[in-house]
């Protein structure tokens, strides 16, 4: 198996530079946390005092739901909070992760990063694609038959699948189960809600903006962070694209550093509020010439749907 090159952070930081970048903070992480979470009851707060708001809503909150995804990543990485028991106990519970099947999988795709073996490669194999075949993708995404097939399509093709006399309850008790989050949030949600009339909140505030705003902001983010990026590409500083983004895409797209990707794969281990920091030490080197870069992601929309489209015969 062919391992991704890597980089030693002593060929490009004296020990001075280094020492404060892969450093945890006891409340940064947590308080990230925090934050999502406070942006998300607001939003659901202004939607249901002002329903005018609820598409705006639904994409403030899926875009933070994406943003606890982003957390959880950096728990996996160890990097959330200094103790380590700390930082799984918050990427498993304050998260929307969970660790243990996530933790082996996420650092297989850096060990191999767009090698023949890293297990996201076949994310970003496929572009450029059409501009037809990325709309089509979108509106998949938004109309939420993305998520019905990550989701539920397995469990539908189980049942469908079920001999005759084959009991039901062991097939939903597993479905059950393996969605505890998801049938417990909407469980005390709706409990706490439907009393003063709000049953609406989760399935409207939760429920659909992870159904279409959550998968459509993933796979902007996936192209950004890999699309058009060479297979078996050897130079460590362009396994991964580091994406400028503004104060909008930052909102709706890009939460939590996420767009400074090229940095995260060179140093897996830093924290995500730290990665702006190696950025401009690295630009202050000229390190940055060297990297896989975009200037925002409308234009890399552009270029990872740049494939002509077919012409009829």
């Not at 991704?4 to 404060?20: G, I």
């Not at 994406?66 to 200094?82: E, N």
């Not at 189980?158 to 049938?183: N, T």
Request: glycine share 4%; proline share 9%.
């Amino acid at each position: 198996m062919a391992v991704a090159a890597r980089v030693s952070p002593k060929d490009f930081f004296t020990p001075e530079e280094w020492a404060p970048l892969p450093r945890r903070s006891w409340w940064k992480g947590p308080a990230l946390v925090a934050h999502a979470w406070a942006v998300i009851l607001a939003a659901g707060a202004m939607a249901v005092v002002w329903p005018i708001t609820i598409p705006l809503a639904v994409a403030i909150i899926g875009a933070r739901q994406l943003g606890l995804a982003i957390l959880m990543h950096d728990a996996v990485h160890g990097a959330l909070h200094p103790n380590l028991a700390v930082n799984d106990w918050v990427g498993n519970h304050l998260t929307t992760g969970d660790l243990t099947p996530y933790r082996p999988y996420h650092l297989g795709h850096h060990k191999y990063a767009q090698q023949a073996e890293d297990p996201d490669l076949v994310l970003s194999a496929p572009f450029p694609i059409t501009r037809t075949s990325l709309r089509r993708k979108i509106v998949r995404d938004l109309t939420g038959q993305t998520y019905y097939k990550q989701k539920w399509s397995g469990l539908v093709q189980r049942l469908r699948a079920r001999q005759p006399g084959e009991p039901l309850w062991p097939i939903l008790k597993d479905a059950v189960v393996r969605r505890r989050r998801f049938f417990t949030g909407m469980v005390v949600t709706v409990a706490l809600t439907a009393p003063f009339g709000l049953w609406w909140v989760w399935p409207v505030l939760w429920l659909a903006p992870q159904a279409t705003w959550l998968p459509m902001v993933t796979r902007l983010r996936n192209i950004a962070e890999h699309a058009l990026v060479a297979k078996d590409e050897p130079d460590p500083l362009r396994h991964a694209r580091t994406t400028h983004a503004n104060l909008i895409e930052r909102a709706f797209l890009a939460p939590y550093w996420v767009n400074y990707h090229c940095e995260h794969h060179m140093f897996m281990h830093v924290p995500c509020y730290n990665l702006p920091r190696v950025r401009r030490l690295l630009a202050r080197k000229g390190v940055t010439d060297r990297m896989l870069s975009a200037p925002g992601y409308l234009e890399l929309l552009k270029l990872a749907s740049s494939r002509p489209e077919r012409v009829a015969a």
